[in-house]
T-cell receptor, first 121, second 109 residues
Framework: GAVVSQHPSRVICKSGTSVKIECRSLDFQATTMFWYRQFPKQSLMLMATSNEGSKATYEQGVEKDKFLINHASLTLSTLTVTSAHPEDSSFYIC?????????????????FGPGTRLLVL | DAKTTQPTSMDCAEGRAANLPCNHSTISGNEYVYWYRQIHSQGPQYIIHGLKNNETNEMASLIITEDRKSSTLILPHATLRDTAVYYCIVRDSNYQLIWGAGTKLIIKP
């Protein structure tokens, strides 16, 4: 259980184009999904938190107009990198949150997708 | 900033138990400790989490000290496939995971 998928697994695009990444929770409903970015040899950095049916909350320094997040259902969130540039090349990872400890506040566990490697030429 | 400190790297012989320590001296009473691992070029994999009691599942055991200021993740019989970066995380007040550098665990044949 608790499987999260991402599509595509890797993408190469030209500078200036837009890229959409899908994140799906396959066997559970996730009220909250998260988007992370990871540069080589660095740890994960949270980009935004997305709740179904509402606007995403972006971390400081993350441009919301550049990284568009849509969370239209309890099983699907999408991240669109608009007008991508080489500096946007990175490993993008999503996670979906599921409550796992009998309803105790703050015990949602995040399950991660396999990641999407983006290379902008 | 991450609320945990872990050794940068550790080695363990295949078949032996791997014990990964984590310090979280500023943990609050209702904060859980989570462990994830990340194998190269993959998304993080959930391992286990706990509050104050020791926990065990099919992957690992989590031992939390009585004062909750530190914990140890135990992989009972390490295999080569357990080579990964292991992250110990105490969630912040916004229930977000703040990722530190983790411990790079290398399992040697």
């Amino acid at each position: 259980g608790a499987v999260v998928s991402q599509h595509p697994s890797r993408v190469i695009c030209k500078s200036g184009t837009s890229v959409k990444i899908e994140c799906r929770s396959l066997d559970f409903q996730a009220t909250t999904m998260f988007w992370y970015r990871q540069f080589p040899k660095q740890s994960l950095m949270l980009m935004a938190t997305s709740n179904e049916g509402s606007k995403a909350t972006y971390e400081q320094g993350v441009e919301k107009d550049k990284f568009l997040i849509n969370h239209a259902s309890l099983t699907l969130s999408t991240l669109t990198v608009t007008s991508a540039h080489p500096e946007d090349s990175s490993f993008y990872i999503c996670s979906a949150s599921m409550e796992t400890s009998g309803g105790h506040l703050g015990t949602e566990t995040q399950y991660f997708g396999p990641g999407t490697r983006l290379l902008v030429l | 900033d991450a609320k945990t400190t872990q050794p940068t790297s550790m080695d363990c012989a295949e078949g032996r138990a791997a014990n990964l320590p984590c310090n979280h001296s500023t943990i609050s009473g209702n904060e859980y400790v989570y462990w994830y691992r990340q194998i190269h070029s993959q998304g993080p994999q959930y391992i286990i989490h706990g509050l104050k009691n020791n926990e065990t599942n099919e992957m690992a055991s989590l031992i939390i000290t009585e004062d909750r200021k530190s914990s140890t993740l135990i992989l009972p019989h390490a295999t080569l496939r357990d080579t990964a970066v292991y992250y110990c995380i105490v969630r912040d007040s916004n229930y977000q995971l703040i990722w530190g550098a983790g411990t790079k665990l290398i399992i040697k044949p």
